[in-house]
């Protein structure tokens, strides 16, 4: 088992960026897929992005080109860099954690990740 905390949210202007934080502890070499999914009330949580080993990533249609996820090992923390962020992006954003090969991990799918942070709300304004 892998515990996740989530950090970085706030409020930011339409066209601005936050960065945001997860640091995971635990079996971590258990869990080869980190991700970052965000829900809205009344909607389904939607994959964001994915980092597989470290290194192979796939997004979301609507963040990409805006979105990139990165991992620091030293930090155990998987990090999410957000630009251009627009009001459609407010929602509450979570990291994830499964273990597993890089199909399943690509599908961002929420009934795929095992371990599940807290969140952390990220608002924009337009």
């Known amino acids: 088992q892998v515990q996740l905390v989530e950090s970085g949210g706030g409020s930011v202007q339409a066209g601005g960026g936050l960065r945001l934080s997860c640091v995971v502890s635990?079996?971590?070499?258990?869990?080869?897929?980190v991700g970052w999914f965000r829900q809205v009330p009344g909607k389904e949580r939607e994959g964001v992005a994915v980092i597989y080993v470290g290194q192979r990533t796939t997004y979301g249609d609507s963040v990409k080109g805006r979105f990139s996820i990165s991992q620091d090992d030293s930090q155990n923390t998987v990090f999410l860099q957000m630009s251009n962020l627009k009001s459609e992006d407010t929602a509450m954003y979570y990291c994830a954690a499964r273990g597993g090969n890089w199909e399943v991990c690509s599908r961002r799918r929420q009934v795929d990740f095992e371990d599940w942070g807290q969140g952390t709300q990220v608002t924009v304004a337009s």
């Open positions: 635990g079996n971590i070499v258990s869990r080869n897929c």
